[in-house]
């Protein structure tokens, strides 16, 4: 589904709609206020898509609804290879994790399992909410970049591997990489599904 709606517009929480930010407005904003926003409009599931390569979704390791387990690293992976509900994520307002609709005892989190935050270019991992990953698995988004990052590294966003707008190919890991390094493949699309 090619997304149509502006990221930065308030939308129906109900409504299955795609939303997208121009690659224009990466720059445009910092973060909004630190926390769960109420105005996110990840109140349901949703795929993640990067601005670079709308054809790659975000995915817990794997190709189908198995789940993943501890430690395993998402990968970037054709959305047309159906990976099932590992690239269906739902977003905790409570406590700001992210989940699959596979998995929702597992958390994404920034590479570690405490509050160290992480560095630049390591892969994020897919961990157990409750083996404490910390700070490092409560994200924030920011509706008008389209970046994701964590509440203990908000300097470092979530990216397809690379560090421009080239995009990334199957199964590469992705990236939690300086903002200021990763162009377009640290602004996210997002389709909402429900």
């Not at 994404?108 to 892969?123: C, E, K, M, P, Q």
Request: contains cysteine; aromatic residues 6%.
């Amino acid at each position: 589904m090619t997304p149509s709606l502006s990221l930065i517009m308030t939308i129906a929480v109900a409504a299955v709609v795609s939303v997208t930010r121009s690659s224009s407005s990466v720059d445009a904003a910092g973060p909004l206020p630190r926390g769960v926003h109420s105005n996110s409009p990840l109140r349901g599931s949703f795929r993640l898509y990067l601005d670079a390569d709308p054809s790659m979704c975000l995915v817990a390791e794997g190709n189908s609804a198995a789940g993943t387990v501890n430690g395993k690293s998402p990968i970037f992976w054709s959305c047309a290879d159906s990976p099932g509900d590992n690239a269906i994520w739902e977003y905790d307002l409570v406590t700001g994790h992210l989940v699959t609709r596979a998995n929702r005892n597992q958390c994404l989190g920034a590479r570690g399992n405490n509050n160290g935050g992480t560095n630049s270019g390591n892969s994020p991992i897919f961990w157990s909410c409750a083996g404490s990953p910390g700070s490092n698995a409560i994200w924030e988004l920011d509706l008008v970049t389209g970046r994701v990052f964590t509440d203990e590294k908000r300097t470092q966003c979530l990216g397809g591997r690379g560090a421009g707008t080239q995009g990334v190919v199957n199964g590469a890991n992705p990236i939690f990489w300086a903002c200021s390094n990763t162009g377009s493949n640290s602004a996210w699309n997002v389709e909402i599904l429900d």
